[in-house]
Nanobody, 127 residues
Framework: AVRLVESGGGSVQAGGSLRLSCVGS????????MGWFRQAAGKEREGIAAIDSSGRSHYPPSASGQFTISQGIAKNTLYLQMTNLDPDDTAMYYC?????????????????????WGQGTQVTVSS
C-alpha cells in the first residue's frame, strides 16, 4: 500500500514562508497523482495543488501564486512552497496520492479522488 509522510509544518509569522515535504512509498508502477490539501478548523478539506507523474501541475482557478508544488529528483518526493503566509492559511496540511495506471490526475483537486493520505502537518500563521 502507498504510504505518505509529511514534514515541514510549524509556526510562522504573517508574511513568512514554509516548505512542506512529502515522501511517498509503496507505489505500483511509475504513474501517480499526488496533491496537497488543507483543512482549517470547522472547514472542509480543500485542494491546493496537484501534480501527475508526467510533471503536469494543477492549481485551483483562485490560485494566486502563493503556493507552488514541485517534485524532487526522486519523484516520490513532493514539495509545497508556501510564501506570504497569512493567518487564514492556518490549517492542517495533508499530502495525498492516487496510483492509477495512467499518468494524469483525474479530479486533481478533489479530496474524494484520492485513496492515500498522510497524517498531516500543522501550519500555524500568527499575525
Amino acid at each position: 500500500a502507498v504510504r505518505l509522510v509529511e514534514s515541514g509544518g510549524g509556526s510562522v509569522q504573517a508574511g513568512g514562508s514554509l516548505r512542506l515535504s512529502c515522501v511517498g512509498s509503496g507505489f505500483t508502477g511509475d504513474t501517480y497523482c499526488m496533491g496537497w490539501f488543507r483543512q482549517a478548523a470547522g472547514k472542509e478539506r480543500e485542494g491546493i495543488a496537484a501534480i501527475d507523474s508526467s510533471g503536469r501541475s494543477h492549481y485551483p482557478p483562485s490560485a494566486s501564486g502563493q503556493f507552488t508544488i514541485s517534485q524532487g529528483i526522486a519523484k516520490n518526493t513532493l514539495y509545497l512552497q508556501m510564501t506570504n503566509l497569512d493567518p487564514d492559511d492556518t490549517a492542517m496540511y495533508y499530502c495525498a496520492a492516487e496510483n492509477p495506471p495512467y499518468d494524469w490526475c483525474s479530479g486533481a483537486l478533489a479530496p474524494g479522488e484520492y485513496n492515500y493520505w498522510g497524517q498531516g502537518t500543522q501550519v500555524t500563521v500568527s499575525s
